[in-house]
């Protein structure tokens, strides 16, 4: 069964530092987005993509935070100049379609996560 | 604001015993809602969906839902529990909005006891 995978599944940066989590969606997948997790606290939406472009993003989802499709398979999160608070679990996501268009809802399909801790 | 709730922490019940999950919900529109499953180390599993039709959906590994659009709920439910339930599970839902965004619970802990 074709799976959303994840790398790194642990980054550990020093607070300032770049970094990039990466995504491979399931492959005949159209959307992508990108949650987070901060410990003890609920999922929370940052950012969905569509044809190249971001369809809808959330208020956390600020300048520090960009998203990219560089290839047919990849799906990247970069956060700019990380701070202590952007530690979390960050899911990535992928689904045929968001909406009833076409007919049916389709299900996010989401990844293992990347533990993301800013020192 | 949309919200999705789950108003328990954490459910215990005994193995082969019935269970319940709950989540409230208020979204915008017509309500799309889903429930997900974690298991240690792992990403969220899809369960199942409301859509539309019947209160009663079915999903994976024996669980269904029921939604309920006079209370605002959507409680996830196995007639029979088994140890191997024991995990985090996570409504989510979503409203209009045609970009997919899910709101999610914060989630409930059940352990399923042998």
């Known amino acids: 069964e074709p799976e959303v995978t994840q790398t790194p599944s642990h980054q550990v940066t020093q607070m300032g530092q770049e970094v990039i989590l990466r995504c491979v969606p399931i492959s005949n997948h159209l959307y992508f987005y990108w949650y987070r997790q901060i410990l003890g606290q609920k999922v929370e939406f940052l950012v969905s993509f569509y044809n190249n472009e971001i369809s809808e993003k959330s208020e956390i989802f600020d300048d520090q935070f960009s998203v990219e499709r560089p290839d047919g398979s990849n799906f990247t999160l970069k956060i700019r100049s990380t701070k202590l608070e952007d530690s979390a679990m960050y899911f990535c996501?992928?689904?045929?379609?968001?909406?009833?268009?076409?007919?049916?809802?389709?299900?996010?399909?989401f990844g293992p996560g990347t533990r993301l801790t800013v020192l | 604001a949309q919200s999705v709730a789950q108003p328990e922490d954490q459910v215990n019940v005994a193995e082969g015993n019935p269970l319940t999950v709950k989540c409230t919900y208020s979204v915008s529109g017509n309500p799309y809602l889903f429930w997900y499953v974690q298991y240690p180390n792992r990403g969220l599993q899809f369960l199942l969906k409301y859509i539309t039709g019947d209160n009663l959906v079915k999903g994976s590994y024996g669980f269904e839902a029921e939604f309920n659009k006079s209370q605002t709920s959507f409680h996830l439910k196995k007639p029979s529990a088994l140890v191997s339930d024991s995990a985090l599970y996570f409504c989510?839902?979503?409203?209009?909005?045609?970009?997919?965004?899910?709101?999610f619970g914060q989630g409930t802990t059940l352990q399923v006891k042998p």
């Open positions: 996501a992928s689904s045929k379609g968001p909406g009833i268009a076409g007919g049916g809802y389709n299900e996010q399909f």
């Open positions: 989510a839902g979503r409203g209009s909005s045609n970009t997919g965004k899910l709101i």
